[in-house]
C-alpha cells in the first residue's frame, strides 16, 4: 500500500521560507515522477514542481528560481524548498506520485493522472 505523509508546511511572512517534507512508502516503481501540487481556496489545483527517477526537475514558471524540489532515495522522501515567499503562494499543498516518466505527465497540469496523494500541509504567507 502506497502512502504519502507531507509536513512542514505553517505560516511565515512575505520572503520568508519553508521547507516540505513527504514521506514515501510502499511506492516500487523503478521509473517515476514525484512532485509537489498546490490548490488555493477557489482555484483549481495546479503542478508546482515535479522530479523523475533521473533526478530531472520542472517548475510552473511562478516559481522558478524561489523553489527547489529534491529527493533523498535512502529516506524515501521527496522535499520542496520554499523560499522568498508571496502571499499568492498561499494554498494546500499536496505531494503526489505517479508510476510514469514526469515528461509522459508534464500535459497534465492539474495531476489528474496522478494516482498516489498525500493529505496535504497548509501553507499561508501572510503580507
Known amino acids: 500500500q502506497v502512502q504519502l505523509v507531507e509536513s512542514g508546511g505553517g505560516s511565515v511572512q512575505s520572503g520568508g521560507s519553508l521547507r516540505l517534507s513527504c514521506a514515501i512508502s510502499?511506492?516500487?516503481?523503478?521509473?517515476?515522477?514525484w512532485g509537489w501540487f498546490r490548490q488555493a481556496p477557489g482555484k483549481g489545483r495546479e503542478a508546482v514542481a515535479t522530479i523523475d527517477t533521473a533526478r530531472r526537475a520542472g517548475y510552473t514558471d511562478s516559481v522558478k528560481g524561489r523553489f527547489t524540489i529534491s529527493r533523498s532515495n535512502t529516506k524515501n522522501t521527496l522535499y520542496l524548498q520554499m523560499n522568498s515567499l508571496k502571499p499568492e503562494d498561499t494554498a494546500m499543498y499536496y505531494c503526489?506520485?505517479?508510476?510514469?516518466?514526469?515528461?509522459?505527465?508534464?500535459?497534465?497540469?492539474?495531476?489528474?493522472?496522478?494516482?498516489?496523494w498525500g493529505q496535504g500541509t497548509q501553507v499561508t504567507v501572510s503580507p
Open positions: 503526489a506520485a505517479e508510476g510514469a516518466l514526469c515528461l509522459e505527465l508534464v500535459a497534465d497540469i492539474g495531476g489528474y493522472k496522478w494516482h498516489y
Open positions: 510502499g511506492f516500487t516503481y523503478i521509473n517515476y515522477c
